[in-house]
């Protein structure tokens, strides 16, 4: 499976994407806990459409933004995991 933005690989270094998440996280107002945070991370990180431990393949977004918002879901086509 590729990103949905592109074929190539993505090399990011957990600094950057935690540095990136946490200004963006910064604008954002609706958040959820952090055990709801670290359940939707569990989950994410044994599903077969993460990519590279960090993108999601199915929305591009990076798994770690988007499981803090609370009104977001997860897009696996079968039905949300989350
Ligand atoms: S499909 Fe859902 S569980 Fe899988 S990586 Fe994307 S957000 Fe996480």
Known sequence: MSCKGCSRSIIVSDASIQS?????LQ????LVDDVTYGKRLEICSKCPSLLFGHTCG???????FRAKLSYKNCPY???SKW
Do not use: K, N, T
Request: proline share 5%; with cysteine.
């Open 58 to 64: 199915h929305c591009g977004c990076f798994v770690q």
């Open 77 to 79: 086509p079968e039905g």
């Open 20 to 24: 990136l998440i946490e200004e963006q």
């Open 27 to 30: 604008l954002e107002i609706d």
